[in-house]
């Protein structure tokens, strides 16, 4: 079955604790993207990827890393997070200039 | 800056209906237009999709209209399902693939 899967779908941490949320596909697509989904705001591209090793920063990239080093894996990095990174993230890909596909999410709470 | 609004943060339409969810974009170098719906606790889906240099799209119940001259998009959903109840987002896709969603509007179905 195609599919964006991340994990975990539910985590709960502190302020400055490390943690990755993982994201793969199985569709083989290069495109491959996160979002935070916050009420008001509506969802915002945080980084995006065209291809293995290509990387580039979204609308609110700050207190955010990426890697791409397989095409199927996008792991989104929070190196010390902070409350304010609460939120709802979603992983997505396609096929460049394609419809992107999207995650189940992940709800991350900072305390 | 650039970005893509709902006129309407929610609607509330008959079941049986038909319903039309307006969007209003302002980048016109923007290529590709997409809709997805979003059920609570999911990630957002995909619905139907539409090309600029097309101005309408016909999928099942589902029906696209782009008007460049205005830069205005509207998704038709004809005889409103309660199953049609969720959040349902416009995004715009140009350089890069890079989406820009609208803050979304609630479709509540009535029984």
């Avoid at chain 1, 009420?39 to 609308?59: A, F």
């Avoid at chain 1, 700050?62 to 939120?87: A, C, D, H, M, W």
């Avoid at chain 2, 995004?91 to 979304?104: D, H, R």
């Amino acid at each position: 079955e195609a599919q964006v899967t991340q994990n975990p779908r539910y985590l709960i941490t502190v302020t400055g604790k490390k943690l990755t949320v993982t994201c793969s596909q199985n569709m083989n697509h290069e495109y491959m993207s996160w979002y935070r989904q916050d009420p008001g705001l509506g969802l915002r591209q945080i980084y995006y990827s065209m291809n293995v090793e290509v990387t580039d920063k979204g609308d609110v990239p700050e207190g955010y890393k990426v890697s791409r080093k397989e095409k199927r894996n996008f792991p989104l990095i929070l190196e010390s997070p902070s409350p304010n990174q609460t939120s709802l993230y979603f992983c997505a890909s396609s096929f460049p200039w394609d419809t992107q596909y999207f995650g189940p999410g992940t709800r991350l709470t900072v305390l | 800056g650039e970005s893509v609004g709902l006129h309407l943060p929610t609607l509330s339409v008959q079941e049986g209906d038909n319903s039309i969810i307006n969007c209003a974009y302002s980048n016109s170098a923007s290529d590709y237009f997409i809709w997805y719906k979003q059920e609570s606790g999911k990630g957002p889906q995909f619905i139907i999709d539409i090309r600029s240099n097309m101005d309408k799209r016909q999928g099942q119940r589902v029906t696209v209209l782009l008007n460049k001259t205005v830069k205005h998009l509207s998704l038709q959903i004809a005889a409103t399902q309660p199953g049609d109840s969720a959040v349902y987002f416009c995004a715009e896709s140009g350089a890069n693939s890079k989406l820009t969603f609208g803050k979304g509007i609630t479709l509540s179905v009535r029984p």
